[in-house]
T-cell receptor
Framework: GENVGLHLPTLSVQEGDNSIINCAYS??????FIWYKQESGKGPQFIID?????DKRQGQRVTVLLNKTVKHLSLQIAATQPGDSAVYFC???????????????FGQGTILTVHP | NAGVMQNPRHLVRRRGQEARLRCSPM?????VYWYRQLPEEGLKFMVY????????ESGMPKERFSAEFPKEGPSILRIQQVVRGDSAAYFC?????????????FGEGSRLTVL
């Protein structure tokens, strides 16, 4: 069934280090993946997305890697800053035969703590 | 450009009462989604609506929960006869279109506490 989960529930890093947050998904029909950042008391904030026909996508200080062979997704944050401290969620969408929309399956989340 | 607006931000209800959560999508967005987040969990899809239409309600509990997105006004998520297990954060998201990506923009959420 649909399942998007994370290997590590918490991650602590020093300011300036690079962070890597991992995610596993189980449905090979998933065609679209998103990483969200959620700060305490707020809604999820879009970070970066990637389609299943890609294996890497870069944004500002962030990179998402997709390995479809092992159904694995990762988010890399370069030069992590205290303001990056939050819960990070991966989410996927299953191609519904051409009628895909914003019905996402979220993982449990990883708590990232950045120490100054 | 205002983002997705949800209200109330916090709502306290006693068991058996009704809860109404409102969501105004971003300007120009006609697609609305409701998600529920239990403490220390990820968000779970509930329902997808367009103006005056429910497109997918596969994540909605069969009883007590309903949603609407009228031609005028905000989308409403209604929970009748609330129970303690309904305590959660309810997030609304909107997008410009339903098909093929389009970022979802989430609101700040409505946090329901059932006493």
């Amino acid at each position: 069934g649909e399942n998007v989960g994370l290997h590590l529930p918490t991650l602590s890093v020093q300011e300036g280090d690079n962070s890597i947050i991992n995610c596993a998904y189980s449905n090979s029909a998933s065609d679209y993946f998103i990483w969200y950042k959620q700060e305490s008391g707020k809604g999820p904030q879009f970070i970066i997305d990637i389609r299943s026909n890609m294996d890497k996508r870069q944004g500002q200080r962030v990179t998402v890697l997709l390995n479809k062979t092992v159904k694995h997704l990762s988010l890399q944050i370069a030069a992590t800053q205290p303001g990056d401290s939050a819960v990070y969620f991966c989410a996927d969408r299953i191609d519904a035969g051409g009628t895909s929309y914003g019905k996402l399956t979220f993982g449990q989340g990883t708590i990232l703590t950045v120490h100054p | 450009n205002a983002g997705v607006m949800q209200n109330p931000r916090h709502l306290v209800r006693r068991r058996g009462q009704e809860a109404r959560l409102r969501c105004s999508p971003m300007k120009g967005h006609s697609h609305v989604y409701w998600y529920r987040q239990l403490p220390e969990e990820g968000l779970k899809f509930m329902v997808y609506l367009q103006k005056e239409n429910i497109i997918d309600e596969s994540g909605m509990p069969k009883e007590r929960f309903s949603a609407e997105f009228p031609k005028e006004g905000p989308s409403i998520l209604r929970i009748q006869q609330v129970v303690r297990g309904d305590s959660a954060a309810y997030f609304c998201a909107s997008s410009t279109r339903g098909g093929d990506t389009g970022e979802l923009f989430f609101g700040e959420g409505s946090r329901l506490t059932v006493l």
